[in-house]
C-alpha cells in the first residue's frame, strides 16, 4: 500500500542555518505530494505541493523537488527563521489508492535565535 | 470565507458515553474528509465525503463510528459507547477537485479526552 516515511526529529538549528527534512514515499500510481506545517496552537496548511515528476513546489522560501527515480520530496530552505517552528507533515494523495491522502509521522523543528 | 471550522474544540467525556462532533467546510468545497491524529503521529484517514455521499471509509473506523454530511454540506462524527483508545485529535479537512493535487484545506481540530 501507499506510506510516506519522514527523517525523525527533533531538528534543532540556529536562525539562518540551512534545513533539509527527508521525506520518502511508495505509492502504487502517480501521485501528488505535499509538504504541510502545523505552527504551535494552529491547524494543519499546506505549504506546498508538486504534483508530476522533476515538479518543484515552493512557498515562503521552501522548496521540494518531486524525485520519481529516488520516490523522495525533501523539504529544504536556505536560511530559516525562529518563525518556522513547527511540526512538517509529507504527504501524498494517490488517485488509485482511493480519495485519502497519506501523511508521514510529521518532524518537529526547533528554530533558536 | 472564514475557512473550516469544528464544534466542540475539546471534549472530555467518560468512557461509554457517545460525542457527536461538528464539521463546517469551507462553502463551495464538495470533499470533505476526517482524520485522526494522535500525538507524535501524522493525521490517520478516517473518512470521505465527495458532496453527501461517503465514498471511502478506513478499517480503523470501526462500528462504534459513523459520519453524515446530510446535503452536502456541513458534516458529523459520532463515537458510540467511547473507549480510552479513542483519545485523539479528530480533524476535519476540505477540498475542491481540480482535476490533481488535491489540496486540502483543514479546520482546527477536536479534541477528545475519554477518562
Known amino acids: 500500500g501507499n506510506s510516506v516515511t519522514q527523517m525523525e526529529g527533533p531538528v534543532t538549528l540556529s536562525e539562518e542555518a540551512f534545513l533539509t527534512i527527508n521525506c520518502t514515499y511508495t505509492a502504487t500510481g502517480y501521485p501528488s505530494l505535499f509538504w504541510y506545517v502545523q505552527y504551535p496552537g494552529e491547524g494543519l496548511q499546506l505549504l506546498l505541493k508538486?504534483?508530476?515528476?522533476?515538479d518543484k513546489g515552493s512557498n515562503k522560501g521552501f522548496e521540494a523537488t518531486y524525485r520519481k527515480e529516488t520516490t523522495s520530496f525533501h523539504l529544504e530552505k536556505g536560511s530559516v527563521q525562529v518563525s518556522d517552528s513547527a511540526v512538517y507533515f509529507c504527504a501524498l494523495s494517490d488517485p488509485t489508492g482511493g480519495f485519502k491522502t497519506i501523511f508521514g509521522a510529521g518532524t518537529r523543528l526547533f528554530v533558536k535565535a | 470565507d472564514t475557512g473550516v471550522s469544528q464544534d466542540p474544540r475539546h471534549k472530555i467525556t467518560k468512557r461509554g458515553q457517545n460525542v457527536t462532533f461538528r464539521c463546517d467546510p469551507i462553502s463551495e468545497h464538495n470533499r470533505l474528509y476526517w482524520y485522526r491524529q494522535t500525538l507524535g503521529q501524522g493525521p490517520e484517514f478516517l473518512t470521505y465525503?465527495?458532496?453527501?455521499?461517503?465514498?471511502?471509509k478506513s478499517r480503523l473506523l470501526s462500528d462504534r463510528f459513523s459520519a453524515e454530511r446530510p446535503k452536502g454540506s456541513f458534516s458529523t462524527l459520532e463515537i458510540q459507547r467511547t473507549e480510552q483508545g479513542d483519545s485523539a485529535m479528530y480533524l476535519c479537512?476540505?477540498?475542491?477537485?481540480?482535476?490533481?493535487?488535491?489540496?486540502?484545506?483543514f479546520g482546527p481540530g477536536t479534541r477528545l479526552t475519554v477518562t
Open positions: 479537512a476540505s477540498s475542491s477537485f481540480r482535476g490533481t493535487g488535491d489540496e486540502q484545506y
Open positions: 508538486a504534483t508530476k515528476a522533476d
Open positions: 465525503f465527495q458532496n453527501e455521499a461517503q465514498l471511502e
